[in-house]
């Protein structure tokens, strides 16, 4: 099943109306989803599961969780390159469960170990495995579904994704309280295994038009690309101010939550959960979406607004209500962010680069969220939680407010030709699919 694709459709202006039908009797798309969102239940589970473990059983201070999100990060940053050239060469979904087989690894890990030393070990296997899956999940959903399906189709599985975030963390906090921590990591290799199921019968679809050249070109082009075109250009910005903050809010959180809010693991558990419903509305909301496409970085830029409302409500309060309010609103903004710009490199890129330029934004991404870290283990005890959260709100408000921005300059240049690969063209005729990053459009194609 190499490369079966689905045969082409010719869709006019009313088929927006039959595109959730037009998904759901997509059968690998839907399984790819099931998927999706079983694993996701277990990614989520190991993350809550190993920094409550670090914060209620090891102690761990802002220093050691900090180190340990840039263990994670800085791994991920080095091989997430190499890994996009290898998914655009071979194959999105085999790079996909190789990742699976490495998240297990790291639950087990994490399962035999005692220390923050093993927490330390386990992060960095299932660095690797984030660094294989985000390239080829990013490859393979473009090649499941068509591009003007791509909007919808990734707030589909981001949907599924935040069902696991309202019910991992959760979960996890509340077995870890009445049972015990291994008993929560044996439930995440059971749901991680479970997840491999439904992928399997996935059709083992590859990038096409593919050029060999040396890998350090082949990364290069990837940089390129994600500069050289407008849209991505400036997403590259709007994604360093929305992980830069989310680190922030990753790694003084569990401090927030058991120093101000005076709750115990299983709270901590509560407010991932309550993230998790505003994350599930936001990407639901999406795949009801009519006229998304093209507009991405204005829908970012109002994405980042709400999170940082979301984010400021929910650290500037002492008030349990207010604070899961505000987890809600930021949740919302979260998804909106996570589906939109999944959605913006899949409709820019042509996808033989699909893979090469997710990379790019997860290196950029981590190597925000790697200074970030290193910042709080650097400052230690200077850190002061509130304080630090409240001025990571509202530098994502500004985050927001640039997109806002970039979206004007974006649409000023409408007119003006995409960017396109670097090869002599005979004449000034159309170029076939493997030269620009996408074909010749015209104005009413980009107004969505």
Request: charge should be positive; hydrophobic fraction near 50%; glycine fraction near 10%.
């Amino acid at each position: 099943m190499v490369n079966e694709r689905p045969p082409p459709t010719n869709r006019g202006a009313a088929s927006d109306r039959d595109t959730e039908p037009r998904l759901l009797s997509n059968r690998p798309f839907v399984l790819y989803v099931a998927h999706y969102g079983i694993s996701s239940l277990g990614f989520w589970g190991f993350f809550l599961a190993i920094l409550a473990q670090a914060t209620y059983r090891y102690h761990a201070g802002s220093v050691q969780i900090a180190i340990l999100l840039a263990v994670w990060s800085l791994v991920f940053l080095t091989l997430v390159a190499p890994a996009g050239m290898v998914t655009d060469r071979w194959s999105p979904k085999w790079m996909i469960l190789l990742a699976q087989v490495l998240a297990v690894a790291s639950a087990v890990m994490a399962l035999s170990g005692n220390s923050m030393g093993a927490l330390y070990a386990a992060s960095v296997v299932d660095a690797v495995g984030g660094a294989m899956a985000i390239p080829g999940r990013g490859s393979l959903t473009a090649l499941l579904v068509p591009k003007e399906d791509l909007v919808r189709a990734n707030g589909a599985v981001n949907t599924v994704a935040m069902v696991a975030v309202i019910i991992g963390p959760g979960a996890a906090g509340l077995i870890a309280r009445h049972g015990s921590q291994a008993a929560v990591y044996w439930v995440i290799i059971g749901i991680l295994v479970l997840g491999v199921i439904p992928l399997l019968p996935v059709p083992d679809r590859r990038p096409q038009g593919h050029e060999g050249t040396s890998p350090i070109r082949e990364v290069t082009e990837g940089f390129r690309v994600a500069w050289s075109e407008p849209e991505l250009r400036s997403l590259l910005f709007l994604a360093c101010a929305a992980w830069v903050t989310l680190t922030v809010f990753v790694a003084l959180e569990p401090l927030f939550v058991k120093q101000v809010l005076g709750r115990g693991e299983d709270g901590l558990g509560l407010f991932w959960s309550t993230n998790g419903v505003g994350s599930f509305l936001g990407a639901l909301a999406l795949t009801r979406s009519r006229k998304a496409a093209g507009r991405e970085v204005l829908l970012i830029g109002v994405a980042l607004l709400l999170s940082g409302v979301g984010f400021l409500a929910f650290t500037g309060t002492s008030s349990l209500s207010v604070a899961m309010a505000g987890n809600v609103v930021m949740g919302v903004g979260f998804a909106w962010f996570l589906s939109l710009s999944q959605a913006l490199i899949q409709r820019v890129t042509v996808e033989d680069l699909r893979g090469r330029v997710t990379s790019v934004m997860g290196m950029l991404q981590e190597s925000s969220s790697v200074a970030c870290s290193v910042a709080i283990a650097i400052l230690g005890g200077l850190v002061l939680v509130r304080p630090s959260l409240v001025v990571a709100a509202v530098a994502l408000i500004a985050g927001g407010l640039y997109g806002l921005r970039a979206d004007r300059r974006i649409r000023r240049r409408v007119g003006r030709p995409l960017t396109r690969r670097p090869e002599p063209l005979l004449a000034a005729m159309p170029v076939p699919p493997t030269g620009p990053l996408a074909p010749p459009v015209g104005d009413s194609d980009l107004d969505g």
